[in-house]
Protein backbone atom coordinates (compact mmCIF):
# COMPACT_ATOMS: atom_id res chain seq x y z
CA UNK A 1 0.00 0.00 0.00
CA UNK A 2 1.58 3.27 -1.23
CA UNK A 3 2.16 5.42 1.59
CA UNK A 4 1.16 9.65 1.58
CA UNK A 5 2.79 11.12 -1.59
CA UNK A 6 3.88 14.56 -1.84
CA UNK A 7 5.67 16.55 -4.72
CA UNK A 8 7.77 18.24 -5.41
CA UNK A 9 10.61 17.40 -2.99
CA UNK A 10 12.24 20.79 -3.25
CA UNK A 11 11.32 23.72 -4.97
CA UNK A 12 13.12 27.23 -4.81
CA UNK A 13 11.38 30.36 -5.59
CA UNK A 14 11.68 33.94 -5.37
CA UNK A 15 9.84 36.65 -3.52
CA UNK A 16 6.37 37.48 -5.11
CA UNK A 17 6.17 34.07 -7.05
CA UNK A 18 3.63 31.64 -6.33
CA UNK A 19 3.71 27.95 -5.77
CA UNK A 20 1.97 24.77 -5.89
CA UNK A 21 2.11 21.98 -3.63
CA UNK A 22 0.64 18.60 -4.43
CA UNK A 23 -0.58 15.64 -1.96
CA UNK A 24 -1.76 12.17 -2.92
CA UNK A 25 -3.09 10.86 0.04
CA UNK A 26 -2.81 6.98 0.83
CA UNK A 27 -5.73 4.94 -1.47
CA UNK A 28 -8.94 5.55 0.82
CA UNK A 29 -8.25 8.20 3.22
CA UNK A 30 -10.35 10.73 2.55
CA UNK A 31 -9.05 13.99 5.01
CA UNK A 32 -5.95 15.16 3.82
CA UNK A 33 -4.62 17.99 6.15
CA UNK A 34 -1.27 20.40 5.57
CA UNK A 35 1.45 21.69 8.10
CA UNK A 36 3.83 23.97 7.95
CA UNK A 37 6.96 23.40 9.82
CA UNK A 38 10.25 25.57 10.62
CA UNK A 39 12.81 25.59 12.80
CA UNK A 40 11.32 28.51 14.90
CA UNK A 41 7.56 27.41 14.81
CA UNK A 42 7.65 23.67 14.75
CA UNK A 43 4.62 22.30 12.67
CA UNK A 44 1.48 24.59 12.37
CA UNK A 45 -1.78 23.51 11.50
CA UNK A 46 -2.81 24.59 8.13
CA UNK A 47 -5.88 23.82 6.98
CA UNK A 48 -8.27 20.14 6.23
CA UNK A 49 -10.12 19.16 4.30
CA UNK A 50 -12.58 16.30 3.67
CA UNK A 51 -14.68 15.35 0.80
CA UNK A 52 -13.78 18.68 -1.03
CA UNK A 53 -14.48 20.36 2.33
CA UNK A 54 -12.24 22.80 4.30
CA UNK A 55 -13.25 21.61 7.70
CA UNK A 56 -10.80 24.08 9.50
CA UNK A 57 -7.93 26.89 8.93
CA UNK A 58 -5.39 27.44 10.57
CA UNK A 59 -4.02 31.54 11.35
CA UNK A 60 -2.20 31.74 8.11
CA UNK A 61 -2.68 34.53 5.90
CA UNK A 62 -5.00 34.34 3.12
CA UNK A 63 -2.06 33.83 0.72
CA UNK A 64 -2.47 30.27 1.84
CA UNK A 65 -5.12 28.77 0.30
CA UNK A 66 -6.03 24.93 -0.37
CA UNK A 67 -8.28 22.48 -2.27
CA UNK A 68 -9.17 18.85 -2.41
CA UNK A 69 -10.19 16.88 -5.54
CA UNK A 70 -12.72 14.30 -6.14
CA UNK A 71 -10.43 11.50 -5.94
CA UNK A 72 -9.27 13.18 -2.27
CA UNK A 73 -5.72 14.63 -3.95
CA UNK A 74 -5.50 17.71 -2.31
CA UNK A 75 -3.18 20.94 -3.59
CA UNK A 76 -1.52 24.04 -1.38
CA UNK A 77 -1.11 27.16 -3.19
CA UNK A 78 1.17 30.00 -1.32
CA UNK A 79 0.72 33.40 -3.59
CA UNK A 80 3.39 36.44 -3.58
CA UNK A 81 5.80 34.52 -1.85
CA UNK A 82 8.01 35.97 0.80
CA UNK A 83 11.23 35.02 2.81
CA UNK A 84 9.22 33.84 5.95
CA UNK A 85 7.48 31.19 3.91
CA UNK A 86 10.49 29.09 3.61
CA UNK A 87 9.74 25.70 4.84
CA UNK A 88 8.90 22.37 5.00
CA UNK A 89 5.21 22.06 4.27
CA UNK A 90 3.68 17.99 5.17
CA UNK A 91 0.70 16.68 4.19
CA UNK A 92 -0.98 13.90 6.54
CA UNK A 93 -3.85 11.63 5.41
CA UNK A 94 -6.82 9.97 7.24
CA UNK A 95 -9.35 8.24 6.98
CA UNK A 96 -12.06 10.46 8.81
CA UNK A 97 -9.40 12.81 10.19
CA UNK A 98 -10.64 13.24 13.51
CA UNK A 99 -8.99 11.24 16.39
CA UNK A 100 -7.10 9.09 14.05
CA UNK A 101 -3.56 7.90 13.71
CA UNK A 102 -2.18 10.48 11.01
CA UNK A 103 -0.02 9.32 8.27
CA UNK A 104 2.10 11.54 6.88
CA UNK A 105 4.10 12.21 3.43
CA UNK A 106 8.06 13.04 3.32
CA UNK A 107 6.95 16.98 2.92
CA UNK A 108 7.84 19.50 0.36
CA UNK A 109 11.25 21.79 1.35
CA UNK A 110 10.30 25.10 -0.27
CA UNK A 111 13.15 28.16 -0.34
CA UNK A 112 12.19 31.76 -0.86
CA UNK A 113 15.01 33.35 -1.98
CA UNK B 1 -6.72 28.27 22.23
CA UNK B 2 -3.58 25.57 22.38
CA UNK B 3 -0.50 25.70 24.10
CA UNK B 4 1.53 22.81 24.42
CA UNK B 5 4.67 22.58 26.37
CA UNK B 6 7.58 19.96 26.28
CA UNK B 7 11.03 19.92 26.85
CA UNK B 8 13.59 21.15 24.42
CA UNK B 9 16.29 18.30 24.34
CA UNK B 10 17.07 15.10 26.84
CA UNK B 11 19.96 12.89 26.48
CA UNK B 12 20.24 9.43 27.66
CA UNK B 13 22.35 6.56 27.56
CA UNK B 14 21.86 3.55 25.49
CA UNK B 15 19.61 0.88 27.12
CA UNK B 16 18.07 3.38 29.96
CA UNK B 17 14.63 5.14 30.21
CA UNK B 18 13.85 8.52 29.43
CA UNK B 19 10.67 10.13 30.06
CA UNK B 20 9.43 13.26 28.03
CA UNK B 21 6.47 15.57 29.63
CA UNK B 22 3.94 17.36 28.00
CA UNK B 23 1.46 19.90 29.31
CA UNK B 24 -1.47 21.39 27.19
CA UNK B 25 -4.19 24.16 27.73
CA UNK B 26 -6.76 23.68 25.27
CA UNK B 27 -10.37 24.02 24.41
CA UNK B 28 -12.05 21.35 23.35
CA UNK B 29 -9.36 18.60 23.69
CA UNK B 30 -10.38 15.10 22.36
CA UNK B 31 -6.97 13.66 22.90
CA UNK B 32 -3.33 13.32 22.73
CA UNK B 33 -0.90 12.13 20.28
CA UNK B 34 2.87 11.42 20.04
CA UNK B 35 4.57 11.05 16.84
CA UNK B 36 8.46 10.80 16.21
CA UNK B 37 10.51 12.18 13.36
CA UNK B 38 14.08 11.75 12.78
CA UNK B 39 15.41 14.22 10.84
CA UNK B 40 14.76 14.63 7.35
CA UNK B 41 12.03 12.68 7.73
CA UNK B 42 8.08 12.99 7.80
CA UNK B 43 6.75 12.53 11.40
CA UNK B 44 5.67 8.99 12.50
CA UNK B 45 2.55 7.78 14.72
CA UNK B 46 3.73 6.48 18.22
CA UNK B 47 0.79 7.04 20.72
CA UNK B 48 -2.66 8.26 21.37
CA UNK B 49 -4.02 8.53 24.72
CA UNK B 50 -8.02 9.67 24.96
CA UNK B 51 -8.57 8.43 28.41
CA UNK B 52 -6.79 8.74 31.77
CA UNK B 53 -3.84 6.01 32.18
CA UNK B 54 -1.11 4.29 30.75
CA UNK B 55 -0.93 2.76 27.05
CA UNK B 56 1.63 0.23 26.61
CA UNK B 57 3.57 -0.85 23.23
CA UNK B 58 6.28 -2.49 23.44
CA UNK B 59 9.17 0.02 24.59
CA UNK B 60 7.18 2.70 24.51
CA UNK B 61 4.74 3.34 26.45
CA UNK B 62 2.14 6.90 26.81
CA UNK B 63 0.42 8.55 29.49
CA UNK B 64 -2.40 11.21 29.84
CA UNK B 65 -4.10 12.74 32.95
CA UNK B 66 -7.15 15.09 31.52
CA UNK B 67 -8.13 16.45 34.93
CA UNK B 68 -3.87 17.93 34.71
CA UNK B 69 -3.55 18.64 31.39
CA UNK B 70 -0.60 16.22 31.28
CA UNK B 71 0.91 13.49 29.18
CA UNK B 72 4.53 11.65 29.07
CA UNK B 73 6.08 9.22 26.52
CA UNK B 74 7.87 6.77 28.32
CA UNK B 75 11.01 5.22 26.33
CA UNK B 76 12.19 1.93 27.54
CA UNK B 77 15.63 0.35 26.70
CA UNK B 78 16.87 2.88 24.49
CA UNK B 79 18.85 2.40 21.28
CA UNK B 80 20.61 4.37 19.35
CA UNK B 81 17.93 4.41 16.64
CA UNK B 82 15.35 6.11 19.35
CA UNK B 83 18.15 9.83 18.57
CA UNK B 84 15.21 12.00 17.21
CA UNK B 85 12.56 14.80 17.69
CA UNK B 86 9.23 13.51 19.86
CA UNK B 87 6.17 15.57 19.38
CA UNK B 88 3.41 15.92 21.15
CA UNK B 89 0.12 16.97 20.07
CA UNK B 90 -3.43 17.89 20.84
CA UNK B 91 -6.19 16.76 18.68
CA UNK B 92 -9.30 18.94 18.25
CA UNK B 93 -11.84 19.71 15.47
CA UNK B 94 -9.66 17.86 12.55
CA UNK B 95 -6.74 19.38 13.97
CA UNK B 96 -3.12 18.95 15.76
CA UNK B 97 -1.54 21.36 17.80
CA UNK B 98 1.94 20.47 18.11
CA UNK B 99 4.74 21.07 20.93
CA UNK B 100 7.63 22.64 19.70
CA UNK B 101 9.13 18.84 20.22
CA UNK B 102 11.90 17.35 22.33
CA UNK B 103 14.99 16.38 20.71
CA UNK B 104 15.97 12.93 22.57
CA UNK B 105 19.80 12.13 21.61
CA UNK B 106 20.76 8.68 22.84
CA UNK B 107 24.60 7.94 23.86
CA UNK B 108 26.81 4.79 23.67
Known amino acids: KAGVTQTPRYLIKTRGQQVTLSCSPISGHRSVSWYQQTPGQGLQFLFE???????NKGNFPGRFSGRQFSNSRSEMNVSTLELGDSALYLC????????????FGSGTQLSVL | GQNIDQPTEMTATEGAIVQINCTYQTSGFNGLFWYQQHAGEAPTFLSY????GLEEKGRFSSFLSRSKGYSYLLLKELQMKDSASYLCASSNDYKLSFGAGTTVTVRA
Open chain 1, 49 to 55: YFSETQR
Open chain 1, 92 to 103: ASGMTGENEKLF
Open chain 2, 49 to 52: NVLD
